[in-house]
């Protein structure tokens, strides 16, 4: 059974950073594309980052793109999320999730490309 948990969400004031991990089991860590999605209230969940199997590949959506650092460690099944320069319109929950071992990369910022997603973890920021 695959899962996947995400830790280190919390209240921040705008312009602080937080790191998110995501800890996956139950399948090959080091072989698939891993991103982060988020969801504001009352909004669609939305694409943030993603992250080659070896780390070499990434992509950010715009608005988080020069704070945002999406990073890998294999040996660990661990994913992370560097945020900084934190803004209030971050604020939501913040999932990880595992991508399909094959699909386009044109598809890689939709999120029925990824097939198995986390519990989320609470990202807030104050004005």
């Known amino acids: 059974q695959v899962q996947l948990v995400e830790s280190g969400g919390g209240l921040v004031q705008a312009g602080g950073s937080l790191r998110l991990s995501c800890v996956v089991s139950?399948?090959?860590?080091?072989?698939?594309?891993m991103g982060w999605f988020r969801q504001a209230p009352g909004q669609e969940r939305d694409f943030v980052a993603t992250?080659?199997?070896?780390?070499?590949?990434?992509d950010y959506k715009d608005s988080v793109k020069g704070r945002f650092t999406i990073s890998r460690d294999n040996a660990k099944n661990t994913v992370y999320l560097q945020m900084g320069n934190l803004k209030p319109e971050d604020t939501a929950v913040y999932f990880c999730?595992?991508?399909?071992?094959?699909?386009?990369?044109?598809?890689?910022?939709?999120?029925?490309?990824?097939?198995?997603w986390g519990q989320g973890t609470q990202v807030t920021v104050s004005s």
């Open positions: 999730a595992t991508a399909r071992l094959s699909f386009y990369y044109a598809d890689i910022y939709n999120q029925k490309t990824y097939n198995y």
């Open positions: 139950g399948r090959t860590f080091s072989s698939i594309t």
């Open positions: 992250i080659n199997w070896n780390g070499a590949v990434t």
